[in-house]
T-cell receptor
Framework: NAGVTQTPKFRVLKTGQSMTLLCAQD?????MYWYRQDPGMGLRLIHY???????AKGEVPDGYNVSRLKKQNFLLGLESAAPSQTSVYFC???????????FGPGTRLTVT | AQRVTQPEKLLSVFKGAPVELKCNYS??????LFWYVQYSRQRLQLLLR??SRESIKGFTADLNKGETSFHLKKPFAQEEDSAMYYC???????????FGGGTRVLVKP
């Protein structure tokens, strides 16, 4: 039981490049989330999903897109990376509403 | 809009000393508060939630609705408590969390 895993662990992009971050969970959780963590600002919710095939915007969704085609996976896409998207990205999942969120190990992304 | 504020970015204490991490929130609904901890090279994990009213690793936190606070306390800090601590507020719809900016705790020997 790996819990929540994230791929890749590190990535360096040039401005304007695109990439997809993959989050996978093996706990059969319904809800999944993408956060970004910046110094002094804590974690901020980018997008979330309350079930397969559904997504919704969080606090800072601009510049990101997501998809939840399979229950166990939640993909975060950057279509045209910008230096402001340099951050550590965390994925999380929870069984459903009112349940603890379990976090992945994070992906450190640098955009130059 | 909901907001969580952790006024201290860094707390440095000696081993055995008390430690208190402050958390204040603003939320129009009925609040549900959490403390999450991130140890070095480990993932973020839940430390405690106010609704459980339990003590975890010697830490306690009391929700004070009058002062809109949820401060985390431990009477005798240990070196292994050195970590990043985040206070978070849960919104019922979508089980979403709003996090504070975090407080880094450094416990010196």
């Amino acid at each position: 039981n790996a819990g929540v895993t994230q791929t890749p662990k590190f990535r360096v992009l040039k401005t304007g490049q695109s990439m997809t971050l993959l989050c996978a969970q093996d706990m059969n959780h319904e809800y999944m989330y993408w956060y970004r963590q910046d110094p002094g600002m804590g974690l901020r919710l980018i997008h979330y999903s309350v079930g397969e095939g559904t997504t919704a915007k969080g606090e800072v969704p601009d510049g990101y897109n997501v998809s939840r085609l399979k229950k166990q996976n939640f993909l975060l896409g950057l279509e045209s990376a910008a230096p402001s998207q340099t951050s550590v990205y965390f994925c999380a999942s929870s069984q459903s509403n009112n349940y603890e969120q379990y976090f992945g190990p994070g992906t450190r992304l640098t955009v130059t | 809009a909901q907001r969580v504020t952790q006024p201290e970015k860094l707390l440095s204490v000696f081993k055995g000393a008390p430690v208190e991490l402050k958390c204040n929130y603003s939320y129009s609904g009925s609040p549900e508060l959490f403390w999450y901890v991130q140890y070095s090279r480990q993932r973020l994990q839940l430390l405690l939630r106010h609704i459980s009213r339990e003590s975890i690793k010697g830490f306690t936190a009391d929700l004070n609705k009058g002062e809109t606070s949820f401060h985390l306390k431990k009477p005798f800090a240990q070196e292994e408590d050195s970590a990043m601590y985040y206070c978070a507020l849960r919104m019922a719809a979508g089980n979403k969390l709003t996090f504070g900016g975090g407080t880094r705790v450094l416990v010196k020997p």
